[in-house]
């Protein structure tokens, strides 16, 4: 589901392995312009949450590893947090919230509606089950265009 840039996927791949043995979950990887920079931004994950130490540890080791095998260089490098309104877009991230509210855009419409809130139940082979309206409702990975938490205060 993740529609990453051609930079930002080989860092996602290059990044992966060596943050997973740091103890953190890699979320995602973007490479986009804002004004006349070019950031590449590396978003990680643990529970209990991430720290400014956190960042700095996986900065560290990708740093290097990214001068040397990217096919390009960003003028910045960040290392983050994804936020509490990050998109989900692993089954991973789907397993990390479930029991919560979710909104899911979809590709294929169900019952006639391509934007379905509701509350995660499982995730089993490749399906997304949610609680919505009181049903149960199957989602296929292949279908979900986007999705994020429901954070209501």
Request: with cysteine.
């Amino acid at each position: 589901m993740a529609n990453r840039s051609k930079i930002a996927q080989i860092a996602f791949e290059l990044a992966e392995p060596l943050v997973s043995g740091l103890g953190y979950d890699l979320v995602d990887a973007e490479y986009k312009k804002e004004g006349p920079a070019y950031f590449l931004r590396i978003f990680i994950y643990k529970k209990g949450g991430i720290g400014i130490e956190d960042c700095e540890q996986v900065s560290k080791v990708l740093d290097p590893i990214f001068d040397q095998s990217l096919p390009t260089t960003p003028d910045y490098f960040e290392v983050s947090s994804p936020g509490l309104d990050r998109p989900l877009t692993t089954e991973a991230d789907f397993e990390r919230y479930v029991g919560e509210e979710v909104e899911v855009t979809l590709s294929n419409p169900i019952d006639g509606v391509t934007k379905v809130e509701g509350i995660i139940l499982r995730i089993d082979s490749g399906i997304l089950y949610l609680s919505a309206k009181d049903k149960e409702v199957q989602v296929l990975f292949d279908h979900i265009t986007s999705a994020k938490r429901c954070i209501r205060f």
